[in-house]
């Protein structure tokens, strides 16, 4: 349903008492990530081939406007703190940070366009674009250029045949239902493009190797909470002590995977070599060693 219906059911919404509004948009946000899980199917295949494109070198680019910008710039700037993605192969384009013009609004369609051509993009690139409404100016140029640059698009909206479906490889429709207020998209819509995103963005990760067993074990310990966190990671995957995970840690200079396979016998010189040949992914790794000490060789032989 349009995001901007204006539904009969909610005449006098404003008398309703407050249990009664609180349930309403209750029912609205429920119904909002009951309707992701009718797009699973379609993240499933945006994310195999996002992955496909970002494990030989390409940028994730988000792009949005209002408040499905902000929603995608979220996601943006959590990336490289939860799973290590290098910050300068993800970005986030919305009216308000682009640097053509301070005053440049969603409706400017030129300015979408020519935030993306500034990024110069290549076929390795994912861009995902996001708008409620399908047919925000600035979001719908950017996504176009992209997709005539041959960068792979991936575009997320809640109003059915809107034009960001149209030049895209992946056209993700959300059916989110009808806002409260009506036209709020920050709601049901917002609600939904978050938990899509999430979604995607975590499956990609994992078929990137930077998901071991439910862990982030591409988290950067660059502060005390982080490298508690990485201590605990290391100490669940090869099941040891804490004061034992964290001795590991120290000495693979706090990069998670090199203390796993330092767990596991190997010198830091031997786990970065075995990660090398294994793309960085340690399930993938820790299957060599098996292999190797079952067949009673060194593991980087």
Same mark, same amino acid.
């Given at each position: 349903?349009?995001?901007?219906?204006?539904?009969?059911?909610?005449?006098?919404?404003?008398? $309703?008492?407050?249990?009664?509004?609180?349930?309403?948009? $209750?029912?609205?946000?429920?119904?909002?990530?009951?309707?992701?899980?009718?797009?699973?199917?379609?993240?499933?295949?945006?994310?195999?081939?996002?992955?496909?494109?970002?494990?030989?070198?390409?940028?994730?680019?988000?792009?949005?406007?209002?408040?499905?910008?902000?929603?995608?710039?979220?996601?943006?700037?959590?990336?490289?703190?939860?799973?290590? $993605?290098?910050?300068?192969?993800?970005?986030?384009?919305?009216?308000? &940070?682009?640097?053509?013009?301070?005053?440049?609004?969603?409706?400017?369609?030129?300015?979408?366009?020519?935030?993306?051509?500034?990024?110069?993009?290549?076929?390795?690139?994912?861009?995902?674009?996001?708008?409620?409404?399908?047919?925000?100016?600035?979001?719908?140029?950017?996504?176009?250029?992209?997709?005539?640059?041959?960068?792979?698009?991936?575009?997320? &909206?809640?109003? #059915?045949?809107?034009?960001?479906? #149209?030049?895209?490889?992946?056209?993700?429709?959300?059916?989110?239902?009808?806002?409260?207020?009506?036209?709020?998209?920050?709601?049901?819509?917002?609600?939904?493009? %978050?938990?899509?995103?999430?979604?995607?963005?975590?499956?990609?990760?994992?078929?990137?190797?930077?998901?071991?067993?439910?862990?982030?074990?591409?988290?950067?310990?660059?502060?005390? %909470?982080?490298?508690?966190?990485?201590?605990?990671?290391?100490?669940?995957?090869?099941?040891?002590?804490?004061?034992?995970?964290?001795?590991?840690?120290?000495?693979?200079?706090?990069?998670? #995977?090199?203390?796993?396979?330092?767990?596991?016998?190997?010198?830091?010189?031997?786990?970065?070599?075995?990660?090398?040949?294994?793309?960085?992914?340690?399930? #993938?790794?820790?299957?060599?060693?098996?292999?190797?000490?079952?067949?009673?060789?060194?593991?980087?032989?």
């Amino acid at each position: 349903m349009d995001p901007e219906t204006i539904s009969p059911r909610l005449r006098g919404f404003d008398t $309703w008492s407050d249990m009664d509004i609180l349930e309403a948009l $209750w029912q609205g946000q429920a119904g909002a990530l009951a309707a992701v899980h009718a797009i699973l199917p379609s993240l499933a295949a945006a994310a195999r081939d996002m992955a496909n494109r970002l494990e030989v070198g390409g940028r994730l680019i988000f792009a949005g406007a209002g408040t499905s910008g902000q929603i995608a710039a979220l996601e943006a700037a959590e990336l490289p703190a939860t799973f290590g $993605w290098p910050p300068d192969r993800v970005r986030s384009l919305t009216p308000e &940070f682009n640097p053509f013009s301070p005053e440049a609004t969603e409706d400017n369609a030129d300015h979408g366009a020519r935030a993306m051509e500034a990024l110069q993009l290549s076929p390795l690139d994912v861009v995902v674009a996001v708008a409620a409404s399908g047919d925000t100016p600035f979001t719908c140029a950017a996504a176009a250029h992209a997709f005539a640059s041959d960068a792979l698009v991936v575009a997320l &909206f809640n109003r #059915k045949n809107s034009l960001l479906g #149209k030049a895209t490889h992946h056209s993700v429709f959300i059916d989110s239902g009808i806002e409260i207020p009506a036209g709020s998209t920050r709601m049901n819509a917002g609600t939904s493009q %978050k938990a899509a995103l999430n979604l995607l963005s975590v499956l990609v990760m994992t078929r990137l190797g930077r998901v071991h067993d439910g862990l982030m074990v591409n988290l950067m310990p660059s502060r005390p %909470k982080f490298r508690q966190r990485a201590t605990r990671i290391v100490a669940a995957i090869i099941r040891c002590s804490d004061d034992s995970a964290e001795r590991l840690l120290l000495q693979a200079g706090g990069d998670i #995977k090199h203390a796993v396979l330092m767990g596991h016998g190997c010198e830091r010189a031997e786990a970065e070599a075995i990660l090398g040949r294994n793309a960085g992914n340690l399930r #993938k790794a820790l299957l060599a060693i098996d292999r190797q000490v079952s067949q009673g060789s060194n593991p980087v032989d």
